[in-house]
């Protein structure tokens, strides 16, 4: 079984409508990320949580908001969706205490706003 | 703001050859750099990280290298395979907790 799964995989949704996306690890890591990836920018960071109820911007955090109520979970919420949030969605963790604190990545969401 | 980028775009090579991918990144400040391998539909994997005070790192056929004061990053890949071709992606890593990706080579190892 995958250590960080994301839901859903793929979702449409129209402009206006909040939406919800979700991440689980089983990893037992502390550190959560969620990025979004454009094609000709990379990834860059929305929101990132070292522990439960920790929550920092990251680099494009406008139009986004997350929620971590648990170790395992971080949700991703888009209040009022607009086209140009189309994008692939990764959420990423990592262990502070490893020496390296590689980060580990989910197979990402693929979200199309009409 | 950091800036990476990746050149080139894309590539495509024949099986068997050695390839270089390129990394540049215009804030020497960084605490680590990190090279993944993107496939689609499953996300990144990490290959290798070099932290700050390192010059390279090798896994296998991989090979990374690190000099920070010119903001450059390699990444050599020996005999590619064509279980090889992916999107390759360098990320830095600043004290802040900030991560910064480049837009990524696409390679394509042709069999």
């Known amino acids: 079984d995958a250590d960080v799964t994301q839901t859903p995989r793929n979702r449409i949704t129209k402009t206006g409508k909040r939406i919800m996306l979700e991440c689980s690890q089983t990893k037992g890591h502390d550190r959560m990320y969620w990025y979004r990836q454009d094609p000709g920018l990379g990834l860059r960071l929305i929101y990132y949580s070292f522990d439960v109820k920790d929550i920092n911007k990251g680099e494009i955090s406008d139009g986004y908001s997350v929620s971590r109520q648990a170790q395992a979970k971080f949700s991703l919420s888009l209040e009022s969706a607009i086209p140009n949030q189309t994008a692939l969605y990764f959420c990423?963790?990592?262990?502070?205490?490893?020496?390296?604190?590689?980060?580990?990545f989910g197979p990402g969401t693929r979200l199309l706003v009409l | 703001k950091q800036e990476v980028t990746q050149i080139p775009a894309a590539l495509s090579v024949p099986e068997g050859e050695n390839l270089v991918l390129n990394c540049s990144f215009t804030?020497?400040?960084?605490?680590?750099l990190q090279w993944f391998r993107q496939d689609p539909g499953k996300g990144l994997t990490s290959l290798l990280l070099i932290q700050s005070s390192q010059r390279e790192q090798t896994s296998g056929r991989l090979n990374a290298s690190l000099d920070k004061s010119s903001g450059r990053s390699t990444l050599y890949i020996a005999a590619s395979q064509p279980g090889d071709s992916a999107t390759y992606l360098c990320a830095v890593r600043h004290t802040g907790n900030q991560f910064y990706f480049g837009t990524g080579t696409s390679l394509t190892v042709i069999p």
């Open positions: 990423a963790t990592s262990d502070p205490r490893g020496a390296e604190e590689t980060q580990y």
């Open positions: 804030d020497s400040a960084i605490y680590n």
